[in-house]
């Protein structure tokens, strides 16, 4: 059975601190790895990554994954209020037709 | 303008009673999904569909049925069978293939009480 699994289960941060996510997986035929944002409603799309070590970047946010290794991180620097939110880790399968999510990071920004 | 919409968006049911949860996109889209989510957790896939007249069950199918008659629509109903039906539920669509691309809709949040 396919299983992602993400930690810390939730966080609390000042703003301008750094905080690194983490999802690690076990999946039979991987594809790519998401990172989604999602805000009390339906989740936003962040970065999608399938080759190892090459990072993918948006503004403040950083992702990499590591294929031998099975896991990836997401980075947020300088993080502000509005970074609060749960990030959700997915693993796709090879055929496309399904993602594995990890159970969230709950990430709160204190002014 | 293209999307998935979803409705009710808070919707209240007694124990015991079924409920329908409608699910529309005009993306032209040939797959769609239904999620549950519940507080603190991720998203476990419910059923998806890849084509109209086919669905499958995802890791958590007991106590829920579908239907995909149209391309456009993917109704989800919760069945008086599902122990623990209270829980935010998104609908996704996307091409065929290309899971991660889709896109969500609003949500429902359904309590039962």
């Known amino acids: 059975e396919d299983k992602v699994v993400q930690s810390p289960l939730s966080l609390v941060v000042h703003e301008g601190d750094t905080v690194t996510l983490n999802c690690s997986y076990e999946v039979t035929n991987f594809r790519s790895l998401l990172w989604y944002k999602q805000e009390k409603k339906a989740p936003t799309f962040l970065f999608m990554l399938?080759?190892?070590?090459i990072e993918k970047k948006s503004g403040r946010l950083s992702s990499i994954l590591d294929k031998k290794e099975l896991f990836s991180i997401l980075n947020i620097t300088a993080t502000q209020t509005g970074d609060s939110a749960v990030y959700l880790c997915a693993v796709e399968n090879n055929a496309g037709n399904m993602l594995t999510f990890g159970g969230g990071t709950r990430l709160m920004v204190k002014p | 303008d293209g999307g998935i919409t979803q409705s009710p968006k808070y919707l209240f049911r007694k124990e015991g009673q079924n409920v329908t949860l409608s699910c529309e996109q005009n993306l032209n889209h040939d797959a769609m999904y239904w999620y549950r989510q519940d507080p603190g957790q991720g998203l476990r896939l419910i059923y998806y569909?890849?084509?109209?007249?086919?669905?499958q069950k995802g890791d958590i199918a007991e106590g829920y049925s579908v239907s995909r008659e149209k391309k456009e629509s993917f109704p989800l109903t919760v069945t008086s069978a599902q122990k623990n039906p209270t829980a935010f539920y998104l609908c996704?669509?996307?091409?065929?293939?290309?899971?991660?691309?889709?896109?969500f809709g609003p949500g429902t949040r359904l309590t039962v009480l």
């Open positions: 996704a669509s996307s091409r065929t293939g290309r899971v991660n691309e889709q896109f």
């Open positions: 569909s890849q084509i109209v007249n086919d669905f």
């Open positions: 399938t080759s190892s070590g």
